[in-house]
Structures are given as structure tokens and as C-alpha cells.
């Protein structure tokens, strides 16, 4: 499964679709954790921690990994024991700021697929309820604790 950008839709018809992903109910703000799926071109609103002092926030650039294939792979040549050895040399000098990119990537990848989000930008509460659409977490937040005081739990 891979995930796919959502569709940008008019304002007129932005649906904010919070979704149950498990059974039980989500643990209280002060422990909630908020995970964020997005990609490079897809930024989150910068300010998001500012308003959110307690529990757990993680961001995934998704397609991280697509990126540093592409580093590696650039300017490879025809012959395939060459470009083996080339993207093995470029491999091993990758910094280590890009190998922990990579890593966090794959695992928002993994991430996204254990709770079947399908789509981003996507933000996950507590691993139960996702918000899709939205790149502010502040307002997803926002949709979130209402669905929660609706009982929608």
C-alpha cells in the first residue's frame, strides 16, 4: 500500500473526516500523542508545539525515503556494476542527519500503513482518530476534542 496526497478540495467543500481507527477510548489530553504525517512539499504550520505543552508529538516526512533514492541514484551510469558500486560508496557517506531522516521516514511510513491511513496530510490522536485534510495541527486538534466531547469515542 502506498499513501497517497489527499486531493485538494474548494473551501466550500473542505470535509474534515475524523475517523475511528480502534476500539477503546483515546487517553486523556494530558498524555495524548499526535502523530503527523506529511511529505517535503506538504509543511505543517511551524507554531503547532506553542499550544500543545503536554503528551507526545511526532511529525513523518513520508516520502523521505523517495528523496534520498533519488540522492543516491543521481547521475548513475548504463552499466549496472558501476552504478551498484557508486550508490554503495554514496550510501556509506550519507551523513548521519540523512540516515535519521531516512529511518524516521520509514517508520511514519510503517506507521501510516498499521493504521491505514491511505492519504496526507493525515494527523493521528492517540493512534485512534485521524484527521484528514488539514496541515494546522492547532485546528485539527481543535476537531478532534469536539468529536471527543460529541462521545464519539
Known amino acids: 500500500m502506498s499513501v497517497k496526497p489527499d486531493h485538494p478540495l474548494p473551501n466550500a467543500l473542505l470535509v474534515i473526516a475524523v475517523l475511528y481507527l480502534g476500539s477503546g477510548s483515546a487517553l486523556a489530553d494530558?498524555?495524548?500523542t499526535i502523530e503527523v504525517f506529511?511529505?517535503?512539499g506538504i509543511p505543517i504550520a511551524k507554531d503547532f508545539k506553542a499550544g500543545y505543552k503536554s503528551g507526545t508529538a511526532y511529525v513523518y516526512e513520508i516520502d523521505g525515503i523517495k528523496r534520498i533514492e533519488a540522492k543516491?541514484?543521481?547521475g548513475l551510469t548504463a552499466d549496472p556494476e558501476q552504478s551498484k558500486r557508486l550508490v554503495q560508496q554514496r550510501f556509506?557517506?550519507?551523513r548521519q542527519e540523512d540516515r535519521t531522516w531516512m529511518q524516521r521516514a520509514a517508520?511514519?511510513?510503517a506507521k501510516a500503513m498499521q493504521y491505514g491511513v491511505d492519504r496526507y496530510p493525515a494527523i493521528v490522536f492517540d493512534g485512534q482518530a485521524?484527521?484528514?485534510g488539514l496541515t494546522d495541527v492547532q485546528t485539527a486538534l481543535a476537531h478532534y476534542r469536539a468529536w471527543r466531547r460529541e462521545g464519539k469515542r
Open 30 to 32: 494530558k498524555s495524548l
Open 38 to 40: 506529511t511529505a517535503s
Open 72 to 74: 543516491l541514484s543521481e
Open 92 to 94: 556509506q557517506q550519507l
Open 107 to 109: 517508520m511514519g511510513l
Open 130 to 132: 485521524v484527521v484528514y
